[in-house]
């Protein structure tokens, strides 16, 4: 097969080589502990099943969707909004139902980058960024993401010749895979810069709502001038534990995501409605839904944190998403330290390095296991 130019240069998703990794071990019977994917374990709460069941018998639903997503799903994104982030949205032009979040990232930049643009990339950071770029035809600049600036870019780094030419700014916090939050007033300095430079911000918020100790973290859109210079997404799959379902939106700029939405006319027919329904049932009753699965969380972030200092690892709680980033010591390449944990020991966790430079000499964990399997993963890390 004689594939594109643009396949052939992409590198494999790095998930889906992990997959194949962990199919190997698993065909050789080895007892595997898997703490590298951000898939939830816990299941979608009773009542969203229980509405999605229902929902699937009525006729209304066997026919292709509104492009732009029901106004009943619409709605209750609003009305979560302004409970949660005291935020107001039009429901029919600030809000637009996606297939996931993952797939209107993508598609965000048909939209708004030319061949030859540059898009503002964090990294280390979620793939997808880089990558949709590239097939948009963009050049993907680098933001670093240091320990030492708490996992932030700095803006001031950015020369203004880049910054004319960026079209989109990526920014994702509570962010993946450092697990860092938003400092106060980042947003308002992300601002002023996209306003400085034309620039389109686009945030990935699918953390928002798993933190702990009570730190709620914001939204980009209660930034006074957010909308004018950016978009939000969210999904409902690490909210709810529903990453199965394949239901997200983005908020804010009604421009922008009229161009999105005209992308999407023209590649999706958009998600089932008996899906949408249910999330609609979910964001209307995300404050009863959601709290013990943040305690789950919660309770194994501070278990499996506690056991991998006590084991001698340095490792800090995360404030926020269920992540944890381990530094390793400067002896030791991350994807020689994950290759031999995942082979000795069946615990198969993250290099840095899969989220681009800056993550080398980290490994992300995941809280995506109960809390017998956490502990025992860190009893077969200490035998190596």
Excluded at 106 to 126: F, Q, S
Excluded at 155 to 184: C, E, V, W
Excluded at 306 to 311: D, F, H, R, S, V
Excluded at 339 to 353: A, E, K, Y
């Amino acid at each position: 097969m004689i594939y594109s130019k643009r396949i052939q240069q992409l590198p494999p998703y790095p998930f889906a080589d992990l997959d194949k990794k962990k199919a190997e071990l698993k065909a050789q019977g080895k007892d595997l502990i898997n703490l590298s994917i951000g898939d939830p374990d816990l299941p979608t709460p009773e009542p969203i099943v229980k509405c999605k069941q229902a929902a699937v018998a009525k006729a209304r639903h066997h026919q292709y969707p509104p492009y732009e997503g029901t106004l009943e799903f619409k709605e209750a994104a609003a009305r979560w909004y302004q409970r949660r982030f005291n935020v107001r949205l039009d429901p029919a032009s600030e809000v637009l139902a996606l297939i996931g979040s993952k797939e209107g990232i993508a598609n965000v930049h048909y939209a708004l980058v030319d061949p030859g643009d540059i898009v503002l990339v964090p990294t280390p950071g979620y793939p997808v960024y880089d990558v949709a770029a590239k097939f948009a035809g963009g050049i993907p600049f680098n933001m670093p993401l240091g320990k030492n600036k708490n996992f932030l870019p700095d803006f001031s780094l950015i020369q203004d010749k880049i910054g004319r030419k960026a079209k989109i700014m990526h920014l994702n916090y509570p962010n993946n895979p450092t697990a860092a939050p938003a400092s106060d007033g980042f947003f308002n300095d992300a601002v002023h810069f996209a306003k400085q430079h034309n620039i389109m911000i686009c945030h990935d918020a699918a953390y928002t709502e798993i933190y702990f100790d009570n730190r709620k973290p914001k939204s980009f859109l209660q930034t006074p001038g957010a909308k004018e210079v950016g978009i939000e997404f969210h999904s409902l799959s690490k909210t709810f534990n529903m990453t199965g379902w394949r239901i997200g939106f983005a908020v804010g700029n009604a421009e922008v995501l009229k161009g999105l939405a005209k992308i999407k006319t023209n590649v999706d027919s958009g998600q089932f409605t008996a899906v949408q329904e249910a999330a609609a049932f979910a964001l209307d009753h995300a404050e009863e839904l959601t709290p013990a699965i943040r305690a789950t969380y919660q309770k194994r972030r501070d278990i499996f944190v506690e056991a991998l200092n006590k084991a001698g690892f340095k490792v800090e709680a995360p404030k926020a998403t269920f992540y944890v980033w381990m530094e390793l010591s400067p002896e030791k390449t991350d994807v020689q330290f994950a290759d031999h944990l995942m082979r000795q020991t069946g615990v198969i966790v993250t290099p840095g390095s899969a989220f681009g430079e800056g993550g080398e000499n980290f490994i992300r964990f995941t809280l995506t296991a109960p809390e017998a399997r956490l502990k025992e993963a860190v009893g077969r890390m200490q035998q190596l």
